[in-house]
């Protein structure tokens, strides 16, 4: 069976909202911003941030949603966005 089957039969989404750990959060707002302090002037929308739970180091997504790894999560811009304004 595969992940979205598993996950399907469920009654899950993978596009649901998910609880995500605030120092997470907190850390793919930074690679967010820090980001765009340095391209300011070509930035595009990014789909959101791909971070290791356990170095908190992470990169963005411009394209598709990224497979990841056991120990990645990824942060839409959605919720980096909640908290910035």
Known sequence: MYAQQWIENRGMSL??????DPTLLRAARQVYRY???????RMPRPLGVV?????????LVFRKRPALLITECFVTFEQIE????
């Open 51 to 59: 971070m290791d739970r356990f170095s908190y180091r992470g990169h």
């Open 15 to 20: 596009d649901s909202a998910q609880l995500l």
């Open 82 to 85: 909640s908290g910035l304004y």
């Open 35 to 41: 980001y765009k302090d340095v391209h300011q002037d």
